[in-house]
């Protein structure tokens, strides 16, 4: 069975077991943890559309993520708007009203420039947000908002706020899939391999380029809404260069250019930290560990381990059953041992 007729039916299954996770006596701390699996997927999925499939890194993820949740707690807390849709449209707009001036700039650069670019306004962000008391609350941070109901369902408990948060996943992941497999993200795919070439084929390198970062932003500060609702709180902690760059992380481990694998790595290393940190002080030395046998022996990700995997055992029953592969312009050859 080809890869690519397993995916799907894999994804199936893990959707299914995540829908009915709290309905089988999943413990709430259990439940808890897998919520910030789905909202973590939903950003580093955002990235993987720029890292996976634009060949852009950047560490401006946790920027957008956190503006958008900022977004939240100045809308109910200083502006009074009570809204769901209105405090979630007024977020997301910032996120991507940030990701338009950031791209403008950002994309001046080429490689390692891009890079360090996204991060110093990543921490130009995290400085704003601690120097700016009046706004931010600091150290402080905002508290004094609480989730929302929603078409007259309470979002506060556990359970329900998880499938919330699994519904918002499902959409914008399908929407993620659909910009990823349309003509512009074949566009995307083409400029990562080849940007001269597409350049030369009459595509508009910059634009292809400055719009995935928008539409990457856009997804983040979709996720950021969710976080803010979360924790019912945000903090500078939310703008750190760590938050990014766990983004990075978790779209590596799990496989960029695979979009799904990214959601993946989220929940691996949400796992991760929470397991862990149960047993040792030193659980990020341990993590650390584990991103850098990642890095060297599987810099494809899990997904792309398991996609090289299932090639050579597919190979290796068709060398066993005698199969030989003809490639084009082979079949008139003649054979070695033939008159």
């Known amino acids: 069975m080809r890869w690519r007729a397993v995916l799907p039916w894999l994804?199936?299954?893990?959707?299914?077991?995540?829908?009915?996770?709290?309905?089988?006596?999943?413990?709430?701390?259990v439940v808890t943890l897998a919520t910030l699996m789905l909202i973590y997927g939903i950003a580093a999925m955002a990235l993987d559309i720029l890292v996976g499939f634009t060949g852009l890194v950047s560490f401006a993820q946790g920027a957008f993520?956190?503006?958008a949740a900022y977004g939240v707690g100045v809308a109910t807390t200083e502006m009074g708007i009570t809204n769901f849709f209105a405090v979630s449209g007024f977020s997301v707009m910032l996120a991507v009203g940030l990701s338009v001036i950031v791209g403008l700039i950002?994309?001046?650069?080429?490689?390692?420039?891009?890079?360090?670019?996204?991060?110093?306004?990543n921490e130009l962000m995290w400085g704003l947000a601690y120097q700016w008391v009046a706004v931010?609350?600091?150290?402080?941070?905002?508290i004094g908002f609480v989730r929302p109901e929603l078409f007259g369902i309470s979002l506060s408990?556990?359970?329900?706020?998880?499938?919330?948060?699994?519904?918002?996943?499902?959409?914008?992941?399908?929407l993620m899939y659909l910009v990823v497999r349309s003509p512009f993200g074949l566009a995307l795919k083409g400029i990562r391999e080849q940007p001269r070439r597409m350049k030369a084929l009459g595509y508009n390198v910059w634009v292809y380029q400055y719009m995935a970062f928008i539409v990457a932003a856009f997804f983040a500060g979709i996720a950021g809404v969710l976080i803010a609702y979360y924790n019912e709180f945000v903090g500078t902690s939310i703008l750190n260069l760590a938050q990014s760059t766990q983004f990075l992380i978790m779209t590596i481990l799990g496989g960029t250019g695979t979009l799904w694998g990214?959601?993946?790595?989220?929940?691996?290393?949400v796992a991760l930290q929470n397991v862990i940190s149960n047993y040792t002080m030193r659980w990020e030395m341990i993590l650390g560990a584990i991103y850098v046998a990642v890095v060297m022996w599987a810099p494809e990700g899990i997904l792309g381990v398991a996609q090289?995997?299932?090639?050579?055992?597919?190979?290796?029953?068709?060398?066993?059953?005698?199969?030989?592969?003809?490639?084009?312009?082979?079949?008139?050859?003649?054979?070695?041992?033939?008159?």
Do not use: C, H, M
Not at 11 to 29: C, D, R, S
Not at 157 to 174: Q, R
Not at 318 to 334: F, L, N, Q, S
């Open 157 to 174: 408990g556990t359970d329900s706020f998880y499938w919330f948060s699994f519904g918002v996943l499902a959409i914008t992941g399908a």
């Open 11 to 29: 994804f199936a299954v893990i959707g299914v077991l995540l829908l009915v996770l709290p309905l089988i006596g999943t413990p709430e701390y």
């Open 308 to 339: 090289r995997l299932l090639t050579r055992r597919r190979r290796g029953r068709t060398a066993a059953k005698g199969v030989v592969e003809v490639r084009p312009g082979d079949e008139g050859t003649p054979q070695e041992g033939k008159g």
């Open 65 to 67: 993520f956190g503006v």
């Open 136 to 142: 931010s609350g600091g150290d402080n941070g905002l």
């Open 262 to 269: 990214s959601l993946l790595g989220s929940g691996i290393i």
């Open 106 to 121: 950002a994309l001046r650069a080429k490689g390692v420039g891009f890079i360090i670019l996204t991060l110093a306004i």
